[in-house]
C-alpha cells in the first residue's frame, strides 16, 4: 500500500506541476497570440512584396504596344527579300559580261 501511495504522490505531483505549466501559458495567451500575428502579418506582406516584381511584368506583357497584322506581314516580307547586291556578289558573272571589280 505504501508504494501506492508513492504512485499517487508523484502524478500528484506531475500534475500539479501541469496545472502550473497551463496557468503560465493561459496569463500569457493574449501576448502569444499577438505576436504570432504580427509575425504571420510579416510575412504576407514580406510576400506581397516579393510578388510586385511578377505583377508588373505580367501587367507590361498585357500592355505592350504589338505591332498590327499589317506590319508584321510587311517585316517578314522585307526579311525575305535578299539583298541584292549580296546576291550579284554571289552569282558567277556569264561569259561575255565584265566582271565587277574588287
Keep these: ?43 504576407l506582406v514580406w510576400m506581397a512584396i516579393a510578388q510586385l516584381g511578377l505583377i508588373t511584368q505580367g501587367w507590361e506583357l498585357i500592355t505592350e504596344n504589338r505591332p498590327h497584322k499589317e506590319e508584321k506581314e510587311a517585316e517578314v516580307e522585307a526579311k525575305a527579300e535578299p539583298d541584292t547586291a549580296a546576291k550579284e556578289a554571289v552569282e558567277p558573272a556569264e561569259p561575255g559580261e565584265d566582271k565587277p571589280e574588287t
Design 1 to 43: 500500500m505504501a508504494q501506492y501511495d508513492q504512485v499517487i504522490g508523484g502524478y500528484q505531483a506531475s500534475l500539479d506541476q501541469l496545472l502550473t505549466q497551463l496557468n503560465t501559458i493561459s496569463a500569457n495567451l493574449p501576448n502569444i497570440v499577438r505576436m504570432i500575428s504580427i509575425g504571420l502579418t510579416a510575412f
